[in-house]
């Protein structure tokens, strides 16, 4: 920059505007002369006066230059030695700044601007209040004595507190910017606000860093008294905390570094002129430095390095003694939080254990908010996908002889909370680290317990809540309401109900007698309690807690009463535990919930808590033919009225819709969905009650709102179209065409368009009627062609280019492809197919999981389909020609069933963690094309994961277990072994029977401990709870007793010989004299 006197700028501004007049006169002149004689002497003229003119003005600023170097350096030698440093500092960011401020001014503008300026706005820096200067104080001192202002503590207070003030307002500054619309922001004013933070920490710097310095070079030994050490530490904590988090704020971490560098310059350079006898340097600080690190851009290793400084160079017993006091757990928690919010858990685990467990260097308690944070993160860093095991002893859960180590658990960060928990006292913990320990719990629970092992989150939590007695601490509600939702997980109703029962008989127990109480259940522990019961198939143990919940309610004794978030928490635990029933159990947990609706509906004519658009919506999803049928035999008194009515199942959904609609209860796109998938496979009903929606005009005037739409997430936001898909799914499994074109035409009378979703149900509905050209005519029709929509107006009167919007034709999506080549080969029509995948390529379309399973199971269908084709041919050949075949067997000859088996063995490698229900049709379908090796390595396959699924339930506290595995193995090997006896093939078939031996000797192997393990949950559960947890306060006697036999596939299994049966071994007797 140019450094220019004030009288400059007049006179070089009237010579500017001298020069721009006398351009304006001339122009025409200089225009004309220029197209008259464009010679290359007028050229070479032109180019001798802009040289002239470029050299006067380098001339003119190196003159301006001197002039301003020359003035410096005078006042330099007048004002002092550093007086030249402090005035020429212009921060890199103050420059950088005010270029881009000046970037769209005019030049002339950006050459005036001069180093005088931006001097004047550095000597602004640090004001305090009034019109206080800092570097003004700086000048008077320096001019009054030569020594820092330490010597004189009162203006060295002053002089700190004089940056508080002003970063301060420039906080509130920047606070009150953030909080203007951003319509009406100015990105000049805000470059502004963070220029003023910015400036004013770097003066604190530059202050400490002089201050340092100057002490470094004095001579004497400072002598200060306890009370003004203490009286510099606090205003230096304070003038600290608010830089700090200045710098954080406008997100500059190397500033907030130089800050910290800074104050440990200044304390160690007072420590060593006081012999150590002036520590200025509190704790607090290096705990605000890290937390305000943590809220910028600042890497891990930028933030360890600070803790390094604080441990190794401040801390420690070899550094000056700068601190005040020894490392409390406020430092460590700030790191622990920043390595919580960057996902460091090892980091996180290995530094604590660092700071508790070494012998040698600094060592620092934590605290109740230690644990919190550790279990918190802990717990966030279970994830349902790949969860790794880190922990050595839970890979060694299973012992030689299978047994299980119950100590152990294989979640490895559960582990590791049981390790940390060990490193606290029960003076360091409190409800809310044993909160976070439970959440740890809970977390575990939720993830272990479909894949591998499970975790016994109920055991675990009984032995938390056993050490929070043993530590005198009593739990809160929100702590018994994390283990209730352990247990609800976990799928235990006894403990749910026995903790219950303890938590309302606590309050009944004498107050002087209570060293360790359970608090009152809320509302939210009953529904917990309620859901338990009621996923577990116990729904008049849920109906009972609920008619307990109303009878204290109504007497007064408590005033926890039952509302509607209640009720729905107890049907949506019944729909959930449906999924897994059979028929009548689906039956009686129907029952359940309608008893509950029942309920609710007494209480909206009382003028309470009633039902609402939850509740009908989860009842919907319970509804089915199977199980109203299952219902009406039970003939269950008075509950049962409003069904026994109805003849016909759509009158009960259509009966339920009118119950809505008296009581005043809005339908969404879930209640019209639930009502015709409910339906079955009877499209006509579908179509009725489609018909219902579009005529509902409270659904169709909220269905047409955004905001409404935005309360839906997912497929359910598209409304009205979401419920017309749900009636195409229900056409397209009965191939009903007509209904399909009234849906679509009922659905254009609205002014709705189809998706994509709405054409893969077409194009399932032609498939299943076997009009695979029409599929072929559809895909056409998708790219915009009208020829192929014609022809779809003139066989099925389906408009499809003028029922979608125009935004998505062409219509090119991998699903609506994948269901075509589904479709086609269900009808074996091979060459449809191929042109479809061929399409797909040539639009670079892949197949996903799903498309690629169906696909899987159509090939295996179809190789079952061929075999047996097969088979009647070389019976045939056998009758005609005896000599064809050897010894009596029929000899088939595989061709297109072991084609289309090789082609579902190949495309089964593509699979990623393929289930039972798809390795079994494709074992199947090797067996029949006489590829027997492939067909036991499946097996074998199979027989692996039921033994898995084995150790999986030994170690869980469930009493349902899936067993997918387990459950499919018995059909697949009579299926197999039939195949076997079929063809006359003794040796695949001694060969499946060793597998299926050694599997039944695994099973009874597991079966043993497994008894045992079921008698020890027993006792645990039932005698041990209440003892140990409750206050010894024995269960109640209206608690019903468990039903073990009925748990899951395992149990079942297990009661029956698994092994060959009779049989398995007739039909083996079969293969060997046919062969």
Partial sequence: MNFQPPA???????????????????????????????????????????????????????????????????????????????TSFIPPSTIINQRRRNYNESPSICKRASLFVTLQHQSALGNGE??????????????????????????????????????????????????????????????????????????????????????????????????????????????????VRAASEVGDFVLINKLIHAAVGYATAIAHKTNNTAPLLTPRIFGEVITSMSKTKASHSKVKSLWNLFLNDVASDSSPTILSSAPSSYELNAMLTSLSERNKVSAALTLYRRMVEDDVGVKVEGDAYTASILFGMLADSISNGGVRNTNDRVANNFAADGMVDEDASPCWQWNEALGLLDTFSSLQLNNFAYAALLKVNERATEVYCEAGMRHNGVQCAMSVLERMKTDSISPDVITCSTL????????????????????????????????????????????????????CNKGELALSILDQMETKASSEETSVEPNTWVYNAAIAACSESNQQSRSKAKAA????????????EKLTSNGSNGPDTVSYNTIFSLLDTASFNALKEMNDGDAMSQLKRHDRFADVVIDL???????????????????????????????????????????????????????????AASGVV?????????????????????????????????????????????????????????????????????????????????????????????????????????????????????????????????????????????????????????RLMKRQEPDVTVHGIVEPIYITSLARAQAAMAMLKGIEHPSPSLLSPVAKACCAAGLWQEARSIVRRMHRAAIRELQQDTGSSSTIVKGEFLAELPRLHRSLLKYCAKGGNITPALNFADDIQFLASKIRQHGKSLRGLKTREEETDMVLLSSRLSMDIETPDNVPEADFSDSGALYSILERPVGLTGQDWKLILIAASRG
């Fill in 484 to 535: 209730m939702t352990t247990f609800d997980k976990g799928r235990n109703w006894k403990a749910a109900v026995t903790l219950l029962n303890a938590m309302e008989a606590s309050s009944k127990a004498d107050e002087t007698d209570k060293k360790w109480s359970l608090p009152l259940p809320n509302t939210f522990t009953y529904a917990l309690a309620i859901s338990a019961c009621a996923r």
């Fill in 130 to 243: 009034g019109s206080h200067n800092n570097i003004d104080d700086d000048n008077k001192s320096r001019k009054d004595a030569p020594h820092p202002l330490t010597v004189q503590p009162d203006k060295l207070i002053h002089k700190l507190e004089s940056f508080i003030p002003n970063i301060s307002r420039n906080r509130m500054a920047k606070k009150k910017r953030s909080l203007e619309p951003k319509a009406t922001k100015d990105e000049s004013r805000s470059y502004n606000v963070n220029d003023a933070l910015i400036n004013a920490c770097t003066s604190l710097v530059y202050f400490l860093n002089n201050e340092a310095d100057s002490l470094n070079t004095l001579d004497n030994q400072l002598q200060l008294s306890t009370e003004t050490v203490e009286s510099i530490r606090q205003v230096l904590e304070m003038v600290l905390v608010q830089a």
């Fill in 8 to 86: 400059y700028h007049h006179r070089a501004r009237r010579r500017r505007q001298q020069r721009c007049s006398f351009g304006q006169h001339n122009n025409l002149h200089i225009t004309s002369c220029y197209c008259k004689t464009s010679s290359p002497q007028f050229a070479s003229l032109r180019n001798q006066r802009q040289l002239q003119s470029s050299s006067l003005s380098m001339t003119l600023c190196i003159l301006f230059t001197l002039q301003a170097t020359l003035s410096l350096l005078c006042t330099a030698s007048f004002l002092g030695p550093n007086t030249l440093y402090t």
């Fill in 722 to 874: 979401f419920v017309a898909n749900a009636a195409l799914s229900v056409a397209s499994i009965t191939g009903d065409m007509s209904v399909v074109s009234e849906v679509i035409t009922d659905l254009s009378s609205i002014g709705a368009k189809m998706n994509s979703e709405s054409i893969r149900h077409i194009v399932r509905a032609l498939g299943n009627i076997g009009d695979c050209e029409m599929i072929l005519a559809l895909l056409i029709c998708l790219r915009g062609q009208d020829f192929a929509n014609d022809l779809m107006k003139e066989r099925y009167s389906i408009d499809v280019l003028s029922n979608l919007s125009e935004k998505s034709i062409p219509m090119i999506e991998e699903e609506i492809y994948s269901a075509a080549i589904t479709s086609s080969l269900r009808h074996d029509q091979l060459g449809v197919a191929d042109q479809v995948l061929l399409s797909m390529k040539k639009n670079g379309l892949t197949l996903n999981q799903n498309s690629l399973k169906e696909i899987i199971l159509e090939y295996c269908r179809m190789a079952i389909d061929s075999s047996k084709d097969e088979f009647k041919i070389a």
């Fill in 589 to 600: 947990n129907l029952l359940t919930a309608l008893k509950i609706l029942e309920k609710m």
């Fill in 657 to 715: 819709l009118d119950a809505m609609r008296e009581h005043g209860i809005s339908r969404d796109a879930i209640t019209y969905y639930n009502a015709i998938m409910a339906c079955g496979l009877d499209s006509q009903d579908a179509l009725e009650i489609f018909r219902l929606c579009i005529y509902d005009k409270q659904f169709i005037e909220t269905a047409t709102v955004k905001d409404s739409q935005m309360q839906l997430k997912g497929r």
